[in-house]
Structures are given as structure tokens and as C-alpha cells.
């Protein structure tokens, strides 16, 4: 989806997509029809209704893309996989425009978007510090960020760490490396450090929802998608003030 950069002292992770069919292989070929789902009704509740100029930010093949092009007078989808940006045009034509570049350096002026958003994209991030400053940069003054982001302090990550299962402490706010990949992995964050990033930043936080909550392989045998996806649209709102979700999705207005 996106690179992170890379220096000759200090190699980074990369998520490097391309060559790789994600759309197929993640999505279509694996029982995600309930995420999905979920982060369309998030993205629903959050996006503006209108969009002057909006760019979605590593949102690979453009899975969430008939969400908002509907509300955008301009739509631009950025990542770094040239694979994933082909099957976007293929999919959208001239209705998306497409580029590609680094996450920490992004190829867009300062306050060029009046929207943005960013989904399923933080745990491949290092240095959300830098990602939020980008996002920042390219949104106009009162402009909307919709951002995702994969949390560390999730129900089953509590009762796998109070019952000594994990190491990882999901109540610290320090970033979670949760797998060996790329050599760094995997990186979760706590509501509350990504929270505190958002406001340095300068960031009004407008509303937050609590997604995918019942994202569970044994609640997906047991009850139908539709069921979920019902019991999901009520539990986004009711369940934010926990932040215990495998996605918390923030809606925040650039000051």
C-alpha cells in the first residue's frame, strides 16, 4: 500500500503491494464481506457529503472508491503499488485519478485536498508522527481527515495479556510490533498515543467511531452477515467511548 522511506543508516518497513493482487487474494478469496461492510457504514457516517477536491490516501485498488465518488467533484487515489493503481483504472476509468508516491513524502501541495481519507493503512507505518504532518500539509484549513486507524488495546489483546498469554501490553501507549514482517512487521498504535499525535498536530478531533466490532471468526459461523452488519451500524457509536475495536476510525478537522 504505501513504502516507507528508506535511508542509507536506518533501513525501513516496506509494504510493497505490487506484483501482488490484494484485491483477489485479501478480499475476494477470504470471508471479509462483514469488514467490509463495517467500514463502509464508518466511512458513510464520516465522509462530508460534498467534496470539492479529495484525495484517498493508500487506498490501494480502490475498494472503498464508489463510497466517495458520489461526494467528490475531484477524486485522487494515492499508493505506492503501481499494481494496485493499474486495477483501479482498470475498475474506475477517468472517473479516479490516480497517483503514486511515499507515504512520508507525499507528491501534493500544501492544502491542495478539501478531503481526505486514510483506511486500513496505519499498521504498516512506522512513524505516524510524519504520516499525520503529511496529511496535514495537504488538506486546506477546515478540511476533513477520515482516518483509520488499527488499535492496539482491542478486547482480545486485554484477556490475552491479563491471562499471561501475550507480552504485549495493549494498556501502554507505546507502538505494538506485532509481526515479523519486512523485519519490523505489523505496527498498532493506542487510541490514545495516535489521539495526542492528532492534537500536536493541530487537528480537531470531531467524532470517533468503534469498527469492526465484531470481527471473530466464531461470531462469523454462528450468525449471518446481515445480522452482524445490523448489530455492527448500532455498536460504531455506542462502543466508541471504549476504544477497544480492531479499527477506530476518527473524523478530524485540520484547525
Do not use: C
Not at 483506511?119 to 488538506?139: C, G, N, P, Q, S
Not at 477520515?146 to 488499535?151: G, K, L, M, P, Y
Not at 480492531?246 to 478537522?253: A, K
Amino acid at each position: 500500500m504505501a513504502k516507507n522511506k528508506k535511508t542509507t543508516k536506518t533501513p525501513e518497513v516496506i509494504s510493497d503491494y505490487n506484483g501482488y493482487d490484494y484485491k483477489k487474494i485479501f478480499w475476494e478469496d477470504a470471508d471479509r464481506e462483514y469488514e467490509d461492510r463495517a467500514d463502509r457504514l464508518a466511512i458513510r457516517k464520516l465522509l462530508p457529503e460534498h467534496m470539492k477536491n479529495f484525495v484517498d490516501i493508500a487506498g490501494g485498488y480502490g475498494r472503498l472508491a464508489d463510497e466517495y465518488l458520489p461526494r467528490a467533484d475531484k477524486a485522487t487515489l494515492f499508493d505506492y503499488s503501481k499494481t494496485e493503481l493499474k486495477q483501479a483504472k482498470e475498475i474506475y476509468g477517468d472517473r479516479l485519478h490516480t497517483k503514486a508516491g511515499d507515504i512520508y513524502d507525499l507528491p501534493f501541495k500544501d492544502g491542495e485536498f478539501s478531503a481526505l481519507m486514510m483506511v486500513r493503512a496505519t499498521h504498516h507505518f512506522k512513524d505516524m508522527k510524519k504520516v499525520t504532518k503529511e496529511l496535514y500539509r495537504i488538506l486546506e484549513p477546515g478540511g476533513v481527515a477520515v482516518i483509520e486507524v488499527a488499535n492496539k488495546k482491542t478486547l482480545p489483546r486485554m484477556i490475552r495479556y491479563l491471562t499471561g498469554r501475550t507480552k504485549i501490553n495493549p494498556f501502554d501507549r507505546s507502538i505494538a510490533n506485532l509481526t515479523d514482517i519486512s523485519k519490523n512487521g505489523f505496527y498498532n498504535y493506542h487510541p490514545k498515543y495516535m489521539e495526542d499525535i492528532f492534537r500536536k498536530q493541530g487537528f480537531e478531533i470531531d467524532r470517533v467511531l468503534s469498527v469492526s466490532n465484531f470481527r471473530n471468526q466464531h461470531l462469523k459461523n454462528a450468525f449471518k452477515t446481515n445480522t452482524l452488519v445490523r448489530l455492527e451500524n448500532g455498536a460504531q457509536s455506542i462502543l466508541a467511548p471504549v476504544r477497544f475495536a480492531p479499527s477506530i476510525y476518527y473524523r478530524l478537522i485540520k484547525k
